[in-house]
């Protein structure tokens, strides 16, 4: 179990989380209100969806309605994985990434979008979490399965739909 403070380069540690664990990942939340992908593919999406090729996980991906370019293709990029259920809430403003697999979970926090320029360019801060424990025995595990929770909550919400 551990817990981190990171400030820079917040999304590509979840992409290396990822990619690290792409061979036992079995569900990724991705709650953001922005998305973005560079065209390059070396963005933390395109890692994102690189390490999930081949794989049955699920994604469930929370977002406001691309308005925007950069915003609609990282949206049909995750699109593309045949196990991604995308919803949109024009409300939300949290951004909350986890990755749930078989001996492991992990989830990080706080105040990056999942863009390119959150990744690079914003002062960010999030906090990571990693357990190997699941359910709530231990004071990480119960914080990653709280925030499991209010995913599956958050995605519940009346003003939270599937994307059209």
Same mark, same amino acid.
């Given at each position: !179990?551990?817990?981190?403070?990171? /400030?820079?380069?917040?999304?590509?540690?979840?992409?290396?989380?990822?990619?690290?664990?792409?061979?036992? *990942?079995?569900? !990724?939340?991705?709650?953001?209100?922005?998305?973005?992908?560079? /065209?390059?593919? /070396?963005?933390?999406?395109?890692?994102? !969806?690189?390490?999930?090729?081949?794989?049955?996980?699920? %994604?469930?991906?929370?977002?406001?309605?691309?308005?925007?370019?950069?915003?609609?293709?990282? %949206?049909?990029?995750?699109? +593309?994985?045949?196990?991604?259920?995308?919803?949109?809430?024009?409300?939300?403003?949290?951004?909350?990434?986890?990755?749930?697999?078989?001996?492991?979970?992990?989830?990080?926090?706080?105040?990056?979008? *999942?863009?390119?320029?959150?990744?690079?360019?914003?002062?960010?801060?999030?906090?990571?979490?990693? +357990?190997? %424990?699941?359910?709530?025995?231990?004071? /990480?595990?119960?914080?990653?399965?709280? *925030? %499991?929770?209010?995913? +599956?909550? *958050?995605?519940?919400?009346?003003?939270?739909?599937?994307?059209?």
């Amino acid at each position: !179990m551990s817990t981190k403070i990171l /400030t820079e380069n917040v999304l590509t540690a979840f992409a290396d989380i990822v990619v690290a664990n792409k061979r036992r *990942l079995y569900r !990724m939340w991705l709650v953001a209100p922005w998305i973005g992908s560079d /065209t390059d593919g /070396t963005d933390a999406v395109a890692r994102i !969806m690189e390490a999930l090729k081949a794989t049955h996980c699920r %994604v469930v991906v929370i977002t406001r309605r691309p308005m925007f370019v950069w915003h609609h293709r990282a %949206v049909e990029l995750l699109a +593309s994985h045949p196990q991604c259920e995308i919803f949109v809430c024009e409300t939300l403003h949290t951004k909350l990434y986890i990755v749930e697999c078989n001996g492991f979970r992990a989830a990080i926090f706080g105040s990056p979008n *999942l863009t390119p320029a959150a990744n690079l360019r914003n002062r960010e801060l999030a906090i990571e979490f990693r +357990s190997t %424990v699941q359910g709530r025995s231990d004071p /990480t595990a119960a914080l990653i399965s709280e *925030l %499991v929770s209010y995913g +599956s909550f *958050l995605r519940g919400q009346d003003d939270v739909r599937p994307i059209d």
